[in-house]
């Protein structure tokens, strides 16, 4: 994606060009990534995954470097508790997942996970907002300053709560032009 007027945080929002907040958050699965065993709603394995459409495209061609934007991921990771999968591997996945979009992992990347059992309640475990708080606070950043984008309506109601502008998954990666 082009650069616009010079700064490397510009880009798309809702349709329409204009800078990108600097700070990005993105859900994983249907947002960054699908699952490609059938059934199966997030990978248990590194081979169980692959990138949506466009979303290397678009991320890679952002400045994650110094004055550029900031990586956040906000992801439930029901399996964890579930037992399906470790939370090591749940990590390493949502870090592959990064470097597969982008070419690396920015040493400043926020990435943050849920792994509380989704039967409780939980503060982080989203449609609640904690997730999107520590990574805000992390970044010290504001709320208006950050963008989430996700696929499911407990992403948008997350993004609501945190009182940070949402986008869908299917707008932000959508071809342009």
Known sequence: MAELGGDPRAGSLGGAVRPLPW??????????????VPGQPSPKAPDEWQLL??????LSALDWGPGGHRLGIASNQDGVPLGDLSREMAERLLHDVVEAAIGFVPEDAAIEMCVCDPREPCPCHK??????HRILHRFRASPAEALFV???EIDREAARRARVAFEWASAFFAEEG
């Open 150 to 152: 996700g696929d499911l």
């Open 53 to 58: 459409p466009r979303v290397r495209e678009r």
């Open 127 to 132: 449609p609640a907002p904690g997730m999107l």
């Open 23 to 36: 700070v990005l958050i993105f859900d994983a699965d249907g947002t960054l990534r699908r699952t490609t």
